[in-house]
């Protein structure tokens, strides 16, 4: 009878660590797997951010294309010219206006008469000739 019980103790300790083997075997590919789901999300969000960031360079890059074409344009050119380098073209005439602070005072430091009438009479002048402060 020993025999038989050493036979079947020998096999219940050999079901245990299958049992306990599977188990283990079990709960390590969950633990695998639930990795695998976070790495996937984690990727999945920077693809999404990395997707967005795309579409906005794309945005910004067509506005600057934009922008590029302003500049390489004969008009832009034209303007700079005027405006930086005082260029006009060939029948065109320059006139000069001066602007006023609300001092009454022109850029170049004069005091503007016209700055002190009020609208009224600056109205007045243009189109009567007249000269009342």
Not at 77 to 90: M, S
Not at 122 to 130: D, M, P
């Amino acid at each position: 009878m020993s025999n038989i019980n050493q036979k079947s103790n020998s096999t219940i300790w050999t079901r245990r660590i299958i049992v306990t083997g599977g188990i283990l075997l079990i709960l390590f590919s969950i633990v695998v797997a639930v990795r695998q789901i976070v790495n996937r999300r984690a990727i999945d969000q920077e693809i999404e951010k990395l997707n967005a960031e795309i579409a906005r360079l794309k945005v910004d890059q067509k506005g600057l294309l934009d922008e590029l074409d302003v500049y390489q344009s004969d008009f832009f050119l034209e303007k700079q010219a005027r405006t930086k380098l005082n260029l006009k073209k060939e029948g065109e005439k320059v006139v000069v206006v001066r602007l006023t602070d609300p001092g009454g005072q022109t850029r170049d430091g004069n005091v503007d008469t016209q700055a002190q009438k009020t609208n009224l009479g600056v109205w007045r002048e243009y189109f009567f000739g007249e000269k009342n402060n």
